[in-house]
């Protein structure tokens, strides 16, 4: 299986950005494709996006698209969430996660994260 620590969350103003690493380690990470999900307080975890396994072709949720970029560098085993123009209902918990297959579907993702609270002040 694979291991997934985030970092670099934080507070932040609204309008501002902020940029989400996410490092592995154990199996292969260029085997998975990999995603990133929110969780607001009280709501049900989101899926943000997903990007395959040579860093082609990311697809993104309607919510974020336009806003954030995921990008990914096999050779650190890490992946990035680029958020840029954060709005105060983008707080949550953000995690990452790995899968086997592409897929949207929060599910379907095999191996996550602890997660990185953001917080976007008004």
């Known amino acids: 299986q694979v291991q997934l620590v985030e970092s670099g969350g934080g507070l932040v103003q609204a309008g501002g950005s902020l940029r989400l690493s996410c490092v592995a380690s154990g199996r292969t990470f260029s085997n998975y494709y990999m995603g990133w999900i929110r969780q607001a307080p009280g709501k049900e975890r989101e899926f943000l996006g997903v990007?395959?396994?040579?860093?082609?072709?990311?697809y993104y949720a309607d919510s974020v698209k336009g806003r954030f970029t995921i990008s990914r560098d096999n050779a650190k085993n890490t992946v990035y969430l680029q958020m840029n123009s954060l709005r105060p209902d983008d707080t949550a918990v953000y995690y990452c996660?790995?899968?086997?297959?592409?897929?949207?579907?929060?599910?379907?993702?095999?191996?996550w994260g602890q997660g990185t609270q953001v917080t976007v002040s008004s």
């Open positions: 996660a790995a899968t086997w297959t592409w897929s949207s579907k929060v599910d379907d993702y095999n191996y």
């Open positions: 990007i395959s396994r040579n860093g082609a072709a990311p």
